[in-house]
């Protein structure tokens, strides 16, 4: 249970999933362990905001991967309608680029389905509070400015040069090396190079390992 030092008036909570059985299985679960007001669930974002006009919900536990044509676009549409609203990400699995989109945005929480149902009913009333929560894996992602919340690259980005960089971010897009080397106006056997090179200082040895560590940071 909620360690009395974040206590708060009850929740008038949100949870906003593509999935209709886990949306109504967190709103059960989670009826069970935090105080509540009142709780409501929405499989997309067009009833998200529907619902949130009567609900009025000052915390918002939500997937950040429901279909939409434009990515994350409805989550900013949403937070900039409901600014008293705080927001806590679910995601599937831990991605450090969808961190980024929390933090961006002043989310409250970012928090992977691997949390346990305890973490997550500790981590909404903490949000109500203005006080951030992440998952463990975040840890080395996060660090605070002047008391705020920012994103981090993790330690082994500052070991590649800006152009390891960029032929990273080309073979995590699907770029084969001669296409990497057109769009870099540089030759194949440069490009080859500077892929070695990244491979050996992540510590790397295929590029399937290389495209997954890349998406991973955001720079697919």
Partial sequence: MMSPRYATSPLRLLIVDGQRLVAHALESLLRERVAVSAIAVATDWEQ???????????????????????????????AAA??????????????????????????????????SVEQIAEALP????????ACPD??????????RIRFRRPPEMSLL?????EVLSLLAQGLSVKESAVRLRISPNTIDNHKSRLMKKLGLHRLSEVVLWATREGLG
Wanted: proline residues 6%; hydrophobic residues 50%.
């Fill in 138 to 147: 975040a840890a080395g992602y996060v660090g605070r400015v002047r008391g």
């Fill in 48 to 78: 998200a905001a529907e619902v949130a006009a009567q609900l009025r919900p000052n915390v918002v536990l939500v997937d950040p991967f429901l279909p939409e044509a434009i990515r994350f676009q409805s989550i900013r549409n949403f």
């Fill in 82 to 115: 409901h600014p008293d609203a705080r927001l806590v990400f679910l995601d599937g699995l831990f991605r450090p680029v969808i961190l980024r989109v929390a933090i961006a945005l002043d989310a409250c929480g970012y928090w992977s389905k691997q949390a």
């Fill in 126 to 133: 903490m949000a109500a509070a203005g006080i951030w929560t």
């Fill in 161 to 165: 040069t800006h152009r390891e960089i």
